[in-house]
């Protein structure tokens, strides 16, 4: 449904055109690119509906500070080590929510933060372009 980035961590990230994710890094110019579990992180767009009718406010792509926003996909359903095809990239799922230790700006700006609960992050196998509407699917085998 949608990429987006930021140069800086703990703020909502853009929605843009598209991006490059780079094989053991994440997205290219992303202020969480670098090696680690959660290079990549995504939200299901049916997550953010709902916080959207909970709270009454416009919340736009990346209003969480996730890079991929999905749709039609139980992105909680997934476990750690299942993979997905995210446009040309792989994708490994290396953990299911996160622990946040202090209240960051999406906090007090959304009210909320439904990443520690329903974020899924990633690390890039390989990497290639993503953009808004490319396929989301999982892999039964990276190999």
Do not use: W
Request: aromatic fraction near 2%; hydrophobic fraction near 40%; glycine fraction near 14%.
């Amino acid at each position: 449904m949608a990429v987006c980035t930021s140069s800086r961590r703990g703020v909502a990230k853009t929605a843009v055109a598209g991006a490059l994710l780079v094989a053991d890094s994440g997205i290219e110019g992303d202020a969480h690119a670098g090696p680690g579990e959660r290079q990549v992180s995504l939200l299901a767009g049916e997550s953010i509906d709902v916080m959207r009718a909970r709270s009454g406010m416009t919340l736009e792509p990346g209003a969480f500070g996730e890079n991929l926003v999905t749709r039609g996909i139980d992105l909680t359903a997934l476990q750690p080590g299942d993979c997905l095809a995210a446009g040309e990239a792989l994708l490994r799922i290396t953990r299911i929510g996160k622990e946040c230790h202090s209240r960051c700006a999406i906090y007090y700006s959304a009210g909320d933060c439904i990443m520690p609960r329903e974020g899924v992050f990633a690390a890039v196998l390989r990497g290639g372009r993503v953009k808004p509407g490319d396929s989301l699917t999982r892999v039964v085998s990276a190999e």
